[in-house]
């Protein structure tokens, strides 16, 4: 009665909706929580799926290969796509080899249509392997018990040395310091800011692209000029995103008839085949950059 007089009735049930309201908030907080949990575990899961089949989509083409060639010719001995820790294993082996001095053969090819001397005769009649495995660093022994073939992600200078231990850069295979990766389609962008292998930071934006010819609107070579036009000012737009971060090292990757354009100011530009929305597409175009490939002449 007095709590009715004093107008205070109505405050306290208004209290209690709130307090409602605040436990419903509060259930739905925990299930988005475990929602994403459940995503999060569940793209882990995904992307160990992925490296699997690529594993096995190798393993199937190196089977492929090896039925296929002729009688004398020859085939790789095995081949694996490297990824996260097992490139670092790889590489901690290559690099403990240890030999008397100019026991160990290195050397990057840059063009499998110009294969230089010495390493035709480092790998003898092994060398096709090494071409068609370019461009790649190419490691052998005097002994031939050590033989690799790997792609690098960030190429160095082509040379070919003899030495005692294999020659190589960790930075070439793994990335280090701070760098930004740009991922370039006509329909894209997505640019992450890098501390090792952690991302800082992300922005990315879709195209405005005209995707299909109007059937009564204008001409196919109209559609095609505005199209051009759409695309020219979406990259317009990534290179203004890139000068606004102004990265000291900056890898582009995407689509190979734009990725072109930014040759210039990359470190590294590389044709990858990353779908779906910004960020998902960029971790795609980033796991897709340090992949190794390693193959055994």
């Given at each position: 009665?007095?709590?009715?007089?004093?107008g205070?009735?109505?405050?306290?049930?208004r209290v209690?909706?709130l307090?409602?309201?605040n436990r419903h908030?509060e259930?739905q907080l925990?299930?988005?929580?475990e929602r994403r949990?459940?995503?999060?575990t569940?793209?882990?899961?995904?992307e160990?799926?992925?490296?699997r089949l690529e594993?096995?989509v190798t393993e199937?083409?190196?089977?492929?290969?090896r039925?296929?060639v002729?009688d004398?010719?020859y085939?790789?001995?095995?081949?694996?796509?490297?990824?996260?820790r097992?490139?670092?294993?790889?590489?901690?082996?290559?690099?403990?080899?240890?030999?008397e001095?100019?026991g160990?053969?290195?050397?990057?090819?840059?063009d499998?249509s110009?294969?230089?001397?010495?390493?035709r005769d480092?790998?003898g009649?092994?060398?096709s392997l090494v071409?068609?495995?370019?461009?790649?660093?190419a490691v052998?022994d005097?002994?031939?018990?050590?033989s690799?073939?790997?792609s690098v992600?960030v190429p160095?200078?082509?040379?070919a040395t003899?030495?005692?231990?294999?020659?190589?850069?960790r930075?070439?295979?793994?990335?280090?310091g701070?760098y930004?990766?740009a991922?370039?389609?006509?329909?894209l962008?997505?640019?992450g800011q890098?501390?090792?292998?952690?991302?800082t930071a992300?922005h990315?934006f879709d195209?405005?692209l005209?995707?299909?010819?109007?059937?009564g609107?204008?001409?196919?070579?109209r559609?095609e000029?505005?199209?051009?036009?759409?695309?020219a000012s979406?990259l317009?737009?990534c290179r203004a995103?890139?000068?606004?971060?102004?990265?000291?090292?900056?890898?582009v990757v995407g689509e190979?008839?734009?990725?072109?354009?930014?040759g210039d100011?990359?470190?590294v530009t590389r044709?990858v085949d990353?779908t779906?929305e910004?960020?998902a597409?960029?971790?795609?175009?980033t796991r897709?950059?340090?992949t190794?490939?390693?193959?055994?002449?």
């Open positions: 009665m007095l709590d009715r007089l004093l205070r009735a109505s405050l306290k049930e209690a909706e307090e409602e309201e908030l259930r925990d299930a988005e929580e949990a459940e995503a999060s569940a793209r882990q899961q995904a160990a799926e992925v490296n594993d096995r199937l083409e190196d089977r492929v290969e039925l296929q002729d004398g010719e085939a790789y001995r095995a081949e694996e796509r490297l990824t996260g097992r490139v670092g294993e790889v590489l901690d082996r290559l690099q403990s080899v240890e030999t001095p100019e160990v053969f290195t050397a990057y090819v840059a499998e110009d294969l230089p001397g010495p390493v480092a790998f009649d092994r060398a071409a068609r495995a370019a461009p790649c660093l052998t005097d002994a031939g018990l050590l690799a073939c790997l992600p160095p200078e082509p040379f003899w030495a005692d231990r294999v020659e190589l850069e930075s070439w295979f793994e990335p280090a701070r930004s990766v991922l370039v389609r006509s329909d962008f997505a640019l890098y501390e090792g292998g952690e991302r992300f990315g195209a405005e005209k995707s299909q010819h109007s059937k609107g204008f001409s196919q070579s559609f000029r505005l199209r051009d036009q759409q695309i979406h317009d737009r995103a890139i000068e606004e971060v102004d990265p000291e090292t900056l890898y190979g008839s734009v990725i072109h354009e930014f100011a990359a470190a044709t990353a779906g910004p960020e597409a960029l971790a795609d175009a897709s950059l340090w190794v490939r390693l193959r055994v002449p």
